[in-house]
């Protein structure tokens, strides 16, 4: 039996004889086959190479995005972490608030850890607050927003309380006693002199030599002393048990019964008695108790 063929004649343009391809059944088939298997195999590969495109475009849009999500989270962490602390700051101001109106003891208070500058060997009294005021614990939005509530109930509270007490703010200690700033705090340390623990029972104010010396609530000035410890200095009462000192000024401003306005100035700033460099000793005493005058100033 004769085999098949598929022969397929080429006729050229040129006048050349024309050429004959014969295939046999056989060929034809592995032909067929190698082209089906190629065709196969570059639709195999197009949608390998489609889908990883997919796949590689979609990475790079979820890590486009987390990087996006990750921006966003540090911005959220940094203000609740703001937040926080104004939150913190409106807590301590609420609580010196308090301790003015006479509404809380500043014994049942933390005031910040601290040392003050020395004061008389023969000053008595008890040791510092304990320190720090307690920060912060929630670490959620919920309690956040719980103790955001509760300072802001108690500054309502405190506005209507003041608001009804005028006279009484006007006589309590509230501003700094000249411009400075604090070099030593209320409570135990090494005095400068001897290196004995000592307690020291106001803060000290470092500035300039002659600055002014003002009265930090209304009063009438008690006393205009001079002695070896405080050297020049004079003591304010302001009623309702409070009184301030202050002391090592280099000259006075005022004699003993005048009456006194917040801002007056009183004195001015020196280094009598025991002190190393200019400086105001200031002192706050409720009911005869030094106190530490951390809780009366607003405006340090």
Not at 42 to 58: E, G, H, K, P
């Amino acid at each position: 039996m004769a085999k098949s063929f598929l022969s397929i004649i080429i006729v050229p343009h040129t006048k050349t004889s024309t050429r004959t391809l014969s295939f046999s059944r056989r060929s034809l088939k592995a032909l067929a086959g190698t082209g089906i298997f190629v065709a196969l195999a570059l639709a195999v590969f197009l949608t390998d190479y489609i889908s990883m495109n997919v796949i590689r475009q979609r990475y790079k849009s979820l890590t486009r995005e987390a990087a996006e999500q990750k921006t966003k989270i540090a911005d959220y962490e940094k203000s609740i972490g703001d937040l926080q602390a104004k939150v913190t700051n409106f807590e301590n101001f609420a609580k010196k608030l308090n301790v003015m109106a006479g509404l809380k003891s500043p014994d049942v208070l933390k005031a910040p850890a601290g040392l003050g500058g020395g004061a008389s060997d023969s000053d008595p009294g008890e040791s510092a607050p304990a320190a720090g005021p307690q920060a912060l614990s929630q670490g959620s939005i919920q309690g956040l927003s719980q103790k955001a509530q509760s300072v802001e109930s108690n500054l309502n509270s405190l506005v209507n309380f003041f608001e009804s007490q005028s006279l009484k703010l006007a006589t309590t200690p509230s501003i700094m006693p000249t411009a400075g700033w604090i070099s030593s705090q209320f409570g135990m340390r090494a005095d400068p002199f001897t290196g004995r623990e000592q307690m020291h029972w106001g803060v000290d104010i470092s500035t300039n030599t002659g600055n002014p010396i003002v009265a930090t609530a209304d009063g009438i000035v008690l006393q205009v002393l001079t002695d070896k410890y405080l050297g020049k200095h004079v003591i304010l009462s302001h009623g309702n048990g409070i009184t301030t000192l202050y002391g090592h000024m280099n000259g006075f401003a005022v004699r003993a019964g005048q009456q006194v306005k917040r801002g007056d100035v009183i004195g001015y700033v020196g280094q009598t008695g025991k002190a190393v460099g200019p400086h105001v000793h200031y002192e706050v005493h409720r009911d005869g108790k030094p106190v530490n005058p951390f809780w009366y100033l607003l405006d340090e």
